[in-house]
């Protein structure tokens, strides 16, 4: 089958011919029919590194062909979504729902010294996340799929696993945010989208976005924000303590840098919480006052994968999808061929993409 290698840094993606495995265990056969362009990939490929060479690839989209002899939760001919939470389903924090903190994740993937998933050229190839998803084909472990109705366009589907689940989750199951709630969203982009949108699901009174783009900003109107600041004009953390009345109960950052990240917790009200979801660089953190946050019990809290639990979570996102109150179609910005995703990522530096999907797997 044809997957786009990494064959080391800064070495892009080409088109060769892989070899898959057969399913084994708990393995499943998933044809690739979307395969988002998501920036950890990039980051991966360009200077995070890893072991090359790789397929990487991490929201995908496509129908069973194949099982595992041990696989009981998909059927041949199911609709699925793969998402880049691993959980084995019976350490503690599994069994306490809490699958995007497993403690044994390996569990998911074959063991080192059993024949790989993926090979190329007689070597190994890195199964990037378990899913490896820039590829024809795919052998995913039955715990990272979720299904999806077939009424489902593949495209807007392959967005679920990993900017979906992260943005939505992270207002809905992390932060639990309420109706009549203020929610902040800094950084306009594609995963900052999708938490406007959990915003909107959870009824919350007021929807700020913030980013240093006009454009982004407007797609962020049309999403659903009621206010939108940018922050390179007007100093954000006055027009949302303006804004709020005093401060917001719960500000989300999709940016990752300092100064900002210093921001958020500033725009926070009485009883806030600080979610950190982007990381712009190694150095991403921040100072709190433990003055301010114990007078006003306000808390500053790291977001892995909006909390997700996906056998329940990407089915949810794609009822509210089908029923018209998640807006993904204006995030598939473009669809590309498999040996086409360079320029995906170099269309991706444009504004006014939002997301780069793969959907021509032909060549
Ligand atoms: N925590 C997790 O589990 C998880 C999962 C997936 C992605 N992420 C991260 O989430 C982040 C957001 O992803 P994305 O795909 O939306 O990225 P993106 O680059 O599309 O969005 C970031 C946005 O921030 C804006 N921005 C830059 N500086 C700003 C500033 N000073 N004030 C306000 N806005 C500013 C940019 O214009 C851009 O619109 C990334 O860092 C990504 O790695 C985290
Ligand atoms: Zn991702
Ligand atoms: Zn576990």
């Given at each position: ?187 306009a982009?594609?995963?900052?989208m ?17 980013d240093?783009?006009?454009g982004k900003l407007e797609r962020a109107r049309a999403f659903?924000a ?104 204006d ?21 006014t993409?939002a ?9």
């Open positions: 089958m044809k997957a786009a290698v990494t064959k080391g840094l800064g070495q892009g993606f080409v088109v060769e011919d892989v070899t898959l495995a057969e399913p084994t265990g708990h393995e499943v056969r998933v044809e690739v029919r979307a395969s988002g362009l998501c920036h950890s990939d990039l980051s991966v490929a360009t200077f995070l590194g890893g072991e090359f060479p790789a397929v990487l690839g991490h929201e995908v989209a496509g129908v069973v062909t194949e099982t595992g002899p041990d696989v009981t939760q998909v059927r041949v001919g199911d609709h699925v979504v793969g998402s880049l939470i691993q959980y084995c389903g019976a350490c503690v924090n599994c069994l306490a729902g809490r699958t995007y903190l497993c403690e044994r994740p390996e569990t998911t993937v074959r063991a080192p010294g059993e024949a790989p998933r993926l090979s190329w050229n007689g070597e190994p190839v890195w199964n990037f996340s378990g899913l490896s998803g820039f590829a024809q084909e795919a052998l995913i472990h039955e715990n990272q799929l979720g299904v999806i109705p077939e009424e489902m366009p593949f495209a807007p589907a392959a967005l679920l696993g990993c900017g979906v689940l992260t943005g939505a989750g992270a207002v809905l199951n992390s932060a639990n945010v309420r109706q009549g709630e203020t929610v902040v969203v800094m950084g982009g594609g995963v900052g999708n938490a406007v949108s959990g915003a909107r699901l959870a009824g919350a009174g007021r929807i700020i976005v913030t240093i783009e006009d659903g009621t206010d939108v600041v940018n922050s390179r004009t007007s100093d954000p953390v006055e027009a949302v303590r303006e804004l709020t009345g005093g401060g917001a109960d719960h500000v989300f950052d999709f940016v990752g840098a300092r100064p900002v990240t210093a921001q958020g917790f500033q725009m926070l009200g009485r009883g806030g919480g600080l979610y950190l979801i982007g990381i712009a660089g190694t150095d991403a953190g921040i100072d709190v006052s433990a003055l301010s946050a114990l007078t006003y019990s306000q808390k500053v809290q790291g977001v892995y994968m909006g909390s997700s639990h996906l056998k329940r979570d990407i089915p949810f996102y794609a009822s509210m999808y089908l029923q018209g109150r998640m807006n993904l179609d995030l598939v910005s473009q669809e590309i061929a498999l040996d086409e995703i360079d320029a995906g990522y170099e269309a991706l530096k444009d504004g993409t997301r780069v999907v793969v959907t021509d797997l032909l060549r």
